[in-house]
Nanobody, 126 residues
Framework: EVQLVESGGGLVQSGGSLRLSCAVS????????IGWFRQAPGKEREGISC????????HLADSVEGRFTISSDFAKNTVSLQMNSLKPEDTAVYFC???????????????????WGQGTQVTVSS
């Protein structure tokens, strides 16, 4: 059974930091790209980052560039999203997702991934 389990969400003040983790099981971690998405109430799901397990290539959305960092831990089959300088507009449910192969070059941010986690809530207070 494929499982992606997010953790690390919570409530933080504006300007603070959180580190999300996505624990992956049931697939060959090295063969998959892992993406992070978020969805705020009343808004469409937004792709914010992707990392290719095959070659380490990373992508970040403009909205989080310079504040968020994505990384992989192959020993633990986890992908982390370090979020710094958080803003109230970062408030959303954050999801990780897996897609076979590397991150797509041009449309990695679209939600055409094979497997999804259940999400973790991030709330940034002003």
């Amino acid at each position: 059974e494929v499982q992606l389990v997010e953790s690390g969400g919570g409530l933080v003040q504006s300007g603070g930091s959180l580190r999300l983790s996505c624990a992956v099981s049931g697939i060959t971690f090295d063969d998959y790209a892992i993406g992070w998405f978020r969805q705020a109430p009343g808004k469409e799901r937004e792709g914010i980052s992707c990392i290719s397990s095959t070659d380490g290539t990373t992508h970040l959305a403009d909205s989080v560039e310079g504040r968020f960092t994505i990384s992989s831990d192959f020993a633990k089959n986890t992908v982390s999203l370090q979020m710094n300088s958080l803003k109230p507009e970062d408030t959303a449910v954050y999801f990780c997702a897996a897609e076979w192969g590397p991150c797509r070059d041009t449309d990695w941010y679209t939600d055409e991934y094979d497997y999804w986690g259940q999400g973790t809530q991030v709330t940034v207070s002003s």
